[in-house]
């Protein structure tokens, strides 16, 4: 099986998304979810077409139960659409297996949590290490300890999840999401479970994190103030983009 | 980015260091609870290895020691007085020659006045040649020989107190006793229970005035060839002319051969309950390991959106159980080898020579890679599910949670696992058949148990006692909390209570069967080997102390010459399960005649006729099931040869015998009027009221009739009461490996569920419940599990034992209530100890504390 490659670099400067679109590193056309439940259908999402271009960051926004989480997984390709296609740098998502598309996301995506999952029985350290270790990297603990250096966390490396307070345990699970250097980060509701302190140090952390690396960004969250933050809002309502438009601020340099 | 891997994903290598690195880390925090899932395979392999490697030992051991079983190179046997052709054979060969003859008799210790049925060996020349008589003093074994000494049973001095050089009277002789006597070449300990034996010299035989016609007396002649002799070719030369004169013959060669035999049934035996004991912690292994992924899930599914694949994830998985399943194994082969010192004592009784215990690498490594495959085997059902797991659980939890249990390939693990019990029942077997059966019987005893279980879980949830307290509806509704174990406990523990209560019930049916006769007038004594002439004075004697004489019936022995004309030779030919069996030919009848039937007897077939015709053929009667067993039908003829005379019957009913009762049943019967002359001696039956009546009359019976034999109903319930409690010994011996394995599979799947509950307790805690109202409910649930365990157990042994009482033991059944109940408490409060010695640690915790720890 051969994929069609994306070879442009991925570093644009910022791109507007009013811009004409350059390079899509995620292009979704016509989809829809529907779940079948209790023999009921019940579609989710209704025929969705974002296109969002490489290096730039987006929120997707919208009430409880609007269908934010499932267009998450499906974007990152965790889930089937129902209709449509999703097309992550390049790679049509629908085509792949499972196992191809744990592939895909190895090489190209990262993830943040509201609950942060971490592995329970890795260290920090290895949390980190893991996706660097999946891919067959060299000189991946000094990697890996650098990136935890980068969260503030260098001295905690050898302690589990449990013996991190929330904010931490977050902390660690961003450099565990820029340690593959992913091309494009999903984070649903990052800060959800933390206090409004933490919230701020984490949310720094991702957009600091991010224009660094040049990675695209699409968070999901309840939080109108973290989505002012991005450079698009995407709203949702019911399964259908109700608005999708830039912010006009530039983020704070 | 284009030299990257992802051009072929599909075949982007596994990086198996990798996997076992992730492996032993995912396990690091889970490793005691991994240990635990295995340890419930852990006394099975040990069950396993202690077995084979006793029977490795066994095999070695009856290589070395065939020689001592039989004591010399070539033995014949002759339950007839030796032929002069046999004597020609025995002065023929060129060898040292020992002779023995050997009859049961009473024997009386004049010391207390105690008798007793015993096994009279009388000896002449160097017998044993290998190994020895072995007695206390040691030198007692040979030298009784030389004066008028006996050698006494160790049993039979202790039941009567007897110290060497007391004296013992056997017929009319009265003997010192020289020592006494620890083990005969080839006798086993349980022999000894029924009838012990006592050594006297040969030529004081004669004098007993016990070697008179009537008693059944055993001829033996031990040769042992100093010069090397080819045995195949003399046994050729020999066996046809032993067989026309029905001379047994056995070698060193043959005698290994039989011992091997036997004792292979026997490890089979044992190692097929081992086995199942196995077969029970595996099933644990697979519970357990069903909830190990099932709480590893969201870590699987992390991975997976970290880019981790399917079969990755699964590997992971596999590794850490075939690392456990490893250690595990060899703790168990470890165990095994220890256990294996004591199975020698387990068997004492069945064994016939003192085993020398080695350690057996064979065994070892049987066991460690039997041990590590089922271990992969069983947890490979629960382990298919992971490379199913989908990386949205870490959006959205338990995602889909039937799709665990919906997988094609479980359908192949399953076949893999019969395959499996199939394989290893049959190396064990070496029989299809018996192997089918095996199985088939061991899926159907799981089906059941699995069946009961439910259907007593069904019943828990259908009749919940909503009106019950709070806290006997939390405990109760525990048993089916989700993930709980309560089928598999259910299963292993009910297996092993039914193994022990089946094994009671049996014993209480044997019991019964015996003491039902001992009730009301039954008679309840046997005296037996009755000569003609002392007829009238046995029958005098018991009427002198008061004893009721209830009948008295003549014997003749005879022998069967052919069945309608054919003799055993072309029965042989033309025995296809069609004809007459040849084992009707070649055995001795021991016949009466009568001209009615009596109380026991019941006409099932054809014509009683109790009075001989004039001239014609003898119409004779034939016990129904000995007639069934034997192919006999009505009209058939039968030749019978009456000690020199030739005797035409024909078969003119059947009979069905009451065997329930002490009775003088017979296989065949004679009219009245043929046999009143030929030589005949009696059995007469009698009622003791106590066993010291019992006592003083045996005694003076063989006083003044020593070759009259006497069995007391007493002598042979104590007989099977000693065989049952060795035998069940045994039994339970191995039942308690699958009890214990039970208990390990309890342990286990409390640890497993222990962050569950604790969270649950501390959730309790929190809403205000008390200490002692979490300790209730933790106890009750523990006893629910526990009685409902042991009840399926005693269901299942009911319904066994009932089937077998009405079908072998054709009784009625009456279970015992009270041992039962004992039976089932007992169990079901074990269970309530392991429970509440697991959950400690949620009562002594702060809930803080308790909440934070990751399992
Ligand atoms: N497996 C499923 N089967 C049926 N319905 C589902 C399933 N998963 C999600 N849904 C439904 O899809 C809708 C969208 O769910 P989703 O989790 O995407 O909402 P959300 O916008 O993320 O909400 P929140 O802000 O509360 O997290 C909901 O109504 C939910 O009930
Ligand atoms: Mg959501």
Redesign the pocket.
């Known amino acids: 099986m051969t994929f069609k490659f994306n070879n442009s670099t991925i570093l644009q400067s910022f791109n507007n998304a009013n811009n004409f679109p350059v390079d899509h590193i995620l292009n979704i056309k016509n989809l829809s979810k529907t779940?079948q439940?209790g023999g009921q259908p019940?579609t989710?999402l209704h025929n969705i077409n974002i296109a969002i271009a490489a290096g730039s960051t987006a929120a997707i926004v919208?009430p409880?139960?609007?269908?934010?989480?499932?267009?998450l997984g499906l974007c990152a390709g965790l889930d089937r659409s129902s209709e449509g296609s999703v097309e992550l740098n390049g790679i049509a998502l629908d085509s792949l297996s499972e196992d191809e598309r744990a592939h895909v996301r190895n090489q190209h995506v990262g993830f943040i949590f509201q609950n942060f999952q971490l592995l329970p029985t890795l260290t920090a350290l290895e949390n980190v290490m893991v996706p660097l270790e999946l891919r067959g990297e060299k000189n991946i603990k000094a990697r890996a300890v650098e990136l935890l250096g980068k969260v503030g966390l260098a001295e905690r490396g050898h302690h589990y999840p449990t013996q991190l307070s929330g904010g931490e345990q977050q902390r660690v699970s961003l450099a565990r999401a820029f340690s593959n250097a992913p091309k494009i980060l999903f984070a649903d509701e990052p800060t959800g479970n933390l206090d409004a302190e933490t919230s701020e140090k984490v949310v720094k952390l991702i957009f600091d994190l991010n224009r660094e690396a040049g990675t695209t960004l699409i968070l999901?969250t309840?939080d109108l103030e973290l989505a002012a933050k991005t450079q698009r809002i995407i709203r949702i309502k019911g399964g259908h983009i109700v608005s999708d438009a830039a912010q006009s601020l530039v983020i704070g340099h | 980015m284009t030299n990257d891997p992802m051009t072929n994903p599909t075949k982007r290598k596994l990086n198996l260091p990798w996997l076992f690195l992730m492996a032993w880390r995912d396990s690091r925090r889970n490793r005691s609870r991994l240990f635990l899932f295995i340890s419930s395979i852990i006394l099975g392999i040990a069950a396993l290895v202690a077995i084979y490697s006793f029977g490795d030992n066994l095999r070695q051991n009856i290589d070395d020691q065939a020689a001592t079983l039989i004591g010399a190179d070539l033995v014949f046997n002759s339950n007839k007085p030796i032929t002069p052709d046999v004597q020609k054979i025995v002065d023929s060969l060129d060898a040292r020659k020992s002779q023995e003859r050997n009859f049961v008799s009473m024997v009386l210790f004049p010391k207390g006045n105690g008798t007793r049925l015993t096994m009279v060996r009388a000896l002449e020349g160097d017998f044993p040649y290998y190994g020895t008589i072995e007695t206390v003093p040691a030198a007692a074994g040979v030298d009784f020989r030389k004066g008028k000494e006996a050698l006494v049973d160790k049993t039979l001095m202790l039941q009567f107190g007897v110290k060497v050089g007391d004296s013992v009277k056997v017929g009319q002789v009265t003997f010192r006793v020289a020592g006494t006597l620890n083990k005969a070449p080839g006798s086993v300990g349980i022999q000894s229970s029924i009838a012990p034996i006592v050594y006297i010299p040969m030529r004081y035989l004669e004098k007993t005035g016990l070697s008179q016609a009537g008693s059944r007396i055993q001829s033996s002649y031990y040769f042992k060839f100093d010069k090397k002799v080819d045995m195949e070719a003399l046994i050729k030369r020999l066996e046809p002319k032993l067989d026309r004169d029905a001379v047994n013959y056995q070698t060193i060669k043959t005698q290994k051969e039989q011992t091997g035999r036997s004792f292979e049934d026997l490890t089979r035996f044992l190692s097929l309950v081992g086995f199942i004991a196995l077969l029970l912690g595996c099933i644990g292994v697979a519970s357990a390991i069903h909830i190990y992924v099932r709480e590893k899930i969201n870590t699987i599914a992390v991975l997976r959106c970290l880019g981790v694949n399917g079969w990755q994830a699964f590997l992971i998985y596999l590794i850490q159980i075939v690392g456990v399943g490893f250690i595990g194994s060899v703790v168990g082969a470890l165990l095994g080898t220890f256990i294996q010192q004591v199975l020698p004592w387990v068997l004492k009784d069945f064994l016939p020579f003192a085993i020398d215990i080695t350690t057996s690498w064979g065994a070892i490594i049987q066991g460690i890679v039997l041990g590590v495959l089922i271990s992969i085997l069983f947890a490979l059902l629960p382990l298919i599910s992971v490379r199913n797991v989908s990386p949205l659980n870490t959006l959205?939890m338990s995602?889909e949670e039937t799709r665990l249990t919906r997988d094609p390939l479980k359908w192949l693990v399953y076949l893999l696992i019969l395959a499996f019990i199939a394989g290893f029942t049959y190396l064990q077997l070496k029989d299809i058949g018996q192997t089918i059966a095996f199985v088939i019987a061991i899926l159907l005893a799981f089906l059941i148990l699995t069946l009961i279980a439910r259907l007593l879980m069904f019943m828990v949830k259908k009749f919940f006692p909503f009106s019950w307290s709070y806290l006997w509806r939390q405990g109760f509704s525990n048993l089916y909390r989700p993930n709980n174990q309560s089928v598999i406990l259910i299963v292993s523990i009910g297996l092993g209570t039914a193994l022990i209560c089946t094994l009671f019930f049996i014993q209480g049916l044997l019991m019964q069967r015996v003491a039902l006769s001992s009730s009301g007038s039954q008679p309840n004594l046997i005296l037996f080997d009755i000569q003609a002439s002392q007829k009238a004075g046995v029958a005098e004697l018991t009427r002198k102390q008061g004893l009721p004489v209830i009948s008295q019936v003549p014997i003749v022995t005879m022998s069967l010459v052919n069945i309608n004309g054919k003799t055993g030779v072309q029965l042989k030919k033309d025995t296809l399960g069609k004809g007459p069996s040849i084992r009707a030919i070649g055995r001795e009848y021991r016949v009466t005649y009568r001209d009615t039937l009596t109380g026991t007897e019941r006409l099932k077939e054809g014509e009683w006729i109790g009075k001989a015709p004039a001239n014609g053929d003898i119409p004779i009667s034939v016990e129904d099931r000995y007639a069934k067993s034997m192919r006999l039908k009505i009209g058939d003829y039968l030749l019978f040869n009456v000690q020199g005379l030739l005797v035409n019957t024909v078969i003119k009913s059947f009979r069905t015998v009451n065997f329930n009762r002490i009775q003088t049943n017979f296989l065949v019967v004679f009219p009245a009027g043929v046999l009143e002359q030929a030589p005949q001696f009696y059995v007469l039956l009698s009622r003791v009221p106590g066993s010291k009546i019992s006592a003083a009359f045996q005694s003076k019976v063989v006083d003044k009739f020593p070759n009259v034999s006497v069995v007391d109903l007493g002598l042979i319930i104590s007989v099977v009461d000693e065989l049952m409690s060795k035998i069940g010994f045994v039994i339970r011996f191995m039942a308690m490996f699958s009890i214990i394995t039970g208990i390990i599979v309890l342990i286990a799947s409390v640890r497993i569920s222990k962050y569950q509950r604790m969270q649950e307790s501390v959730l309790l805690r929190t809403l205000g419940a008390s200490r002692n109202q979490i300790l209730t409910i933790t106890a009750l649930e523990y006893f629910f599990l526990g009685f409902l365990a042991s009840s399926t157990g005693v269901l299942l042994s009911l319904a066994g034992s009932w089937a077998l009482a009405s079908n072998v033991f054709d009784t009625a059944f009456h279970p015992q209530v009270l041992p039962v109940l004992g039976i089932l408490l007992g169990i079901s409060l074990l269970t309530v100890l392991i429970g509440l010695l697991n959950s400690r640690g949620v009562l002594n915790k702060p809930p803080l504390e308790v909440l934070r720890r990751d399992v």
Do not use: A, D, Q
Request: aromatic letters at 12%.
């Open positions: 779940y439940s019940l989710v919208g409880s139960g609007s269908g934010k989480t499932t267009l999901v309840h | 959205r995602f």
